[in-house]
């Protein structure tokens, strides 16, 4: 390929298998902003969420589960130490506040389905 492709949007994808479990998750516990969603019926649901400068869409995947491996998520907040007073209390952390060797600060939890979320602020 000789020109880079231009990418106007990017969207990571999740096919929950309880769907409204992980949508809660999503939309009330982290509090991201619903930009669309629809109902059809069990096989047909969507949400997206805002993420920063990027879209999580949540789907109820035609044809059953789509369960997720070999990937997680990382999001750059402003201020770490802060959020990490907000859910250090909660059960679904995977490890707690730490300083890393590669220059930031993070904690990781997981959602409802076990996907990985860290949290992390850059040290300056």
Not at 59 to 83: A, F, H, M, Q, R
């Amino acid at each position: 390929m000789k020109q880079p492709i231009e990418v106007k949007q990017f969207r990571l994808k999740l096919y929950p298998k309880d769907f409204a479990r992980v949508r809660s998750f999503y939309e009330t516990y982290l509090g991201f902003p619903v930009i669309n969603e629809w109902d059809r019926g069990e096989d047909d649901r969507g949400v997206m969420f805002t993420v920063g400068s990027a879209i999580l869409e949540l789907l109820s995947p035609e044809g059953g589960y789509k369960p997720i491996s070999g990937s997680d998520l990382s999001l750059e907040v402003p201020n770490v130490t802060e959020l990490w007073e907000q859910v250090k209390d909660d059960g679904n952390i995977v490890h707690s506040l730490r300083d890393n060797p590669w220059g930031d600060t993070s904690f990781c939890i997981s959602d409802p389905e076990g996907f990985a979320i860290t949290f992390f602020t850059k040290i300056v």
